[in-house]
């Protein structure tokens, strides 16, 4: 038997899950009006997600804790460092008109 708890636990998960399939495939389409559309899907999925946080928050369900300044500053930092090592190594720069994404040519 699902108590209250496991079920809006559930509506939570599942919320994550639409919202990162609408992400996945906005990044795999080229027809702008599909992309906008699963762009706003994404976008409710993200609110409804948020507001299932929030009530799960108020009852006491769900109490992350609060990161360490120090641990976020780190890892931020290695996020940059990382972004820039792969950037590298796939010759991913700025192209002349300054916008990014364009390949070097080899």
């Not at 496991?6 to 992309?35: F, I, P, Q, R, W």
């Not at 994404?42 to 990161?67: E, T, V």
């Not at 360490?68 to 792969?86: E, G, I, N, R, Y």
Request: hydrophobic share 35%; net charge negative.
């Amino acid at each position: 038997m699902w108590t209250d708890r496991d079920l809006v636990t559930d509506c939570l998960v599942a919320e994550k899950a639409l919202a990162h399939h609408y992400s996945t495939a906005v990044e795999h389409t080229d027809d702008g009006a599909l992309m906008q559309t699963l762009m706003n899907l994404c976008a409710d999925a993200q609110q409804n997600r948020l507001q299932i946080y929030q009530l799960m928050h108020r009852r006491g369900w769900y109490n992350p804790s609060q990161a360490d300044p120090m641990t976020v500053a780190q890892s931020a930092q290695k996020f940059t460092q990382t972004h820039h090592q792969l950037q590298s190594q796939v010759g991913w720069n700025q192209g002349p008109s300054g916008i990014q994404g364009t390949f070097r040519t080899i």
